[in-house]
């Protein structure tokens, strides 16, 4: 596998927007529906992901990364399994410790291996969890982890996850499954502006969220093609979709700059720029 990466191995992740320095990625070479596990997919059931452009426009993503100098390691692509381009979900990573993910749905099962190998091979110690819980489902910002009550994460993982991070505030936010992922249907850009998508979250929660950030709200069309799902590299820089044009219009009105890269093709399936990116180090 690739993984081009210097003596020094370190792990740090205190936030969702500093400075991304190594991250890993997996190619959608092997990408389709099988089985179809979310709204998103249910649309595009018949049609499907055309692999030669999905491959494309990864190859795309990847490229911008390294501009911007992020170093990109690249597990392997197996043909068991179709959805491994989504490496956010296998694992994540909370100030310096490394989460291996337990995998809530069977297609899925498996895929965490190939993570967990490299992770050997660096000698990069890891946690594993239990009780399902998934990367897609945790969203880091310094002393508060805001984790995804979900289909893919239970209640109980995230009990788990309080004692296996006593420095951090765990902070559970029940959300409309139906959207898959916490960060489908929020996301955070800085200390002071968030993303939110308040049709698949109780009111009361989001008042909490509103005390901390200013929240950008992402229409029901917007979320559909994957709005909240932006990937931040540092410097109020983000990576977001061209055909959300509300979302990326109000971002850069709050001052950032968005980069724009058509991941149309993957978006099929239910997840963007942040489900394909697990970051390892940002500073």
């Given at each position: 596998m690739d993984s081009p990466i210097e003596d020094t191995l370190e792990t740090q992740c205190n936030t969702e927007y500093?400075?991304?320095r190594r991250v890993i990625l997996c190619q959608p070479k092997f990408m389709a529906i099988d089985e179809v596990i979310n709204d998103v997919q249910k649309e595009y059931e018949d049609e499907n992901i055309n692999t030669t452009i999905a491959m494309k426009q990864h190859a795309e993503f990847e490229k911008k990364l390294?501009?911007?100098?992020?170093?990109?390691?690249?597990?392997?692509?197996s043909e068991e399994f179709p959805e491994q381009v989504f490496t956010r979900d296998i694992g994540f990573t909370v100030g310096d410790d490394i989460f291996v993910a337990e995998m809530a749905s069977d297609i899925r099962k498996g895929e965490e291996e190939a993570l967990e190998d490299w992770l050997d091979d660096e000698d990069i110690e890891f946690q594993t969890t239990t009780n399902r819980v998934e990367g897609g489902d945790v969203i880091v910002d310094r002393d508060r982890v805001y984790v995804g009550v979900s289909s893919r994460t239970s209640k109980e993982a995230i009990q788990k996850l309080k004692k296996d991070l006593p420095k951090h505030k765990i902070i559970p936010i029940p959300f409309n499954e139906k959207y898959l992922h916490l960060d489908c249907v929020?996301?955070?850009?800085?200390?002071e502006v968030g993303l939110i998508f308040p049709k698949a979250i109780e009111q009361?929660?989001?008042?909490?969220?509103?005390?901390?950030y200013e929240l950008i709200e992402v229409s029901e069309e917007e979320q559909f093609t994957m709005g909240t799902n932006v990937l931040s590299i540092g410097d109020k820089k983000v990576?977001?979709?061209?055909?959300?044009?509300?979302v990326n219009a109000q971002i850069r009105a709050h001052g950032?700059?968005?980069?724009?890269i058509d991941f149309s093709e993957i978006i099929k399936s239910g997840g963007s720029f942040r489900c394909c990116s697990m970051p390892v180090v940002r500073e």
């Open positions: 500093d400075t991304l390294i501009e911007h100098g992020v170093e990109v390691i690249k597990l392997p692509t929020f996301n955070i850009l800085s200390p009361k929660t989001i008042d909490k969220l509103a005390t901390q990576f977001s979709l061209p055909q959300n044009k509300n950032f700059e968005v980069i724009e």
